[in-house]
């Protein structure tokens, strides 16, 4: 049968599919961090298992010249470790040196840990399949309390545009 579903399998229509709402790893990042998804954002994952890198290339190309907040998943395997070096760089070509970075790891887990660097200090040795990374853009700041606690915000709209209303 063709269609709308394409090329079904007949064993696959006794599948029983439920669908429950929830909330992306990137999501839980954010909460956990403060609010750095407060502008554009885009997600990209750094897999080419599935996907040519060629074509993952020329999205982080385009969302970092739109100056999205970005998502990235699957940021490395036991056997893909230097594409997320190549991601950082072609993401330094559009953002500060300083830019902040969330790395997100083991989100929901009793071994879940949530940190921040520049993103001139992301590399493989940070990160593994289970880190989902929140990468700033230009408007993402960091904010330090008092009491040493950290956030990451982006504020919602940009400064120009902002200091009219």
């Known amino acids: 049968e063709h269609g709308i579903m394409g ?24 909460a956990k961090i403060g609010a750095p998804l407060g502008h554009d954002f ?13 074509v993952i290339e020329k999205r982080l190309e385009a969302a970092a010249k739109g100056d999205f907040i970005i998502a990235l998943y699957n940021p490395v395997s036991i056997k893909r470790r230097e594409q997320l ?10 953002r500060s040196a300083g830019t902040p970075v969330v790395l997100a790891k083991n989100l929901g887990r009793e071994e879940e840990k949530v ?3 520049t993103l001139n200090e992301l590399n493989a040795e940070k990160v593994d399949m289970l880190t989902v990374l929140l990468v700033g853009s ?25 200091e009219k209303f």
């Open 42 to 54: 885009c997600t990209v994952s750094l897999s080419d298992l599935l996907t040519p890198w060629e």
């Open 7 to 30: 090329n079904v399998k007949p064993e696959w229509q006794r599948i029983d599919v439920h669908v429950v709402p929830g909330i992306s790893a990137l999501q839980a990042a954010a």
């Open 115 to 117: 940190d921040i660097i």
């Open 138 to 162: 230009s408007q993402t700041r960091l904010l330090t309390l008092n009491n040493n606690k950290s956030f990451v915000y982006t504020p919602r709209g940009y400064g120009d545009k902002r």
């Open 85 to 94: 070096g190549f991601a950082r760089d072609i993401l330094l070509n559009y």
